[in-house]
């Protein structure tokens, strides 16, 4: 089985390996880089659970292939925050109790960042349309919209995100 080289910064760190053409971005994250932050959830891009960001902009990593990551920058849920210094969205779904089981979280916290990075003061209905493609299958959505607004406010007050390198 025939096998590509490839080099893709991964929450900031280089990362290289040999992967095989077919092998999704999600498996290579999963599998050979054990950052178990990003799930399988349906494996057809509809669920969101994961959603990474590659270069800067949320994207369903079960739908690409790593090699299509091949020299760009990565970022899961393991780089956007830190023990200690969490990120204000990993802060409001803290406190807004927007972590229901946590199986979508990541992914809704990827899709959330992008949304505040773009929109920095989104409306409630600005943040149910940004989450469509994101699926929780526990009680629902609302203490994860009141868990964006939180972040929302917390950066508007000067909470500072970790960037991504790609910010723009």
Not at 24 to 48: A, P, W, Y
Not at 55 to 76: I, N, P, W, Y
Not at 155 to 161: L, Y
Request: net charge negative.
């Amino acid at each position: 089985m025939s096998t590509m080289d490839i080099t893709v910064t991964v929450n900031g760190e280089q990362r290289q390996a040999s992967v095989e053409p077919r092998m999704l971005l999600v498996h290579f994250l999963r599998d050979e880089l054990e950052l178990t932050g990003t799930h399988v959830g349906c494996d057809t891009s509809q669920c969101g659970a994961c959603t990474v960001h590659l270069d800067g902009h949320a994207v369903k990593s079960c739908t690409l292939f790593a090699v299509q990551a091949d020299g760009r920058e990565v970022l899961t849920i393991e780089g956007i925050g830190a023990v200690g210094e969490l990120h204000p969205l990993q802060t409001g779904f803290w406190e807004e109790h927007g972590l229901q089981c946590g199986f979508c979280t990541p992914g809704m916290i990827m899709s959330s960042a992008e949304l505040l990075r773009t929109n920095p003061n989104p409306s409630e209905d600005q943040i149910r349309h940004a989450l469509e493609g994101n699926f929780c299958r526990c009680t629902g959505y609302h203490n994860i919209v009141r868990a964006v607004q939180h972040a929302a406010g917390a950066m508007a007050a000067g909470a500072q995100p970790q960037s991504s390198a790609a910010d723009d």
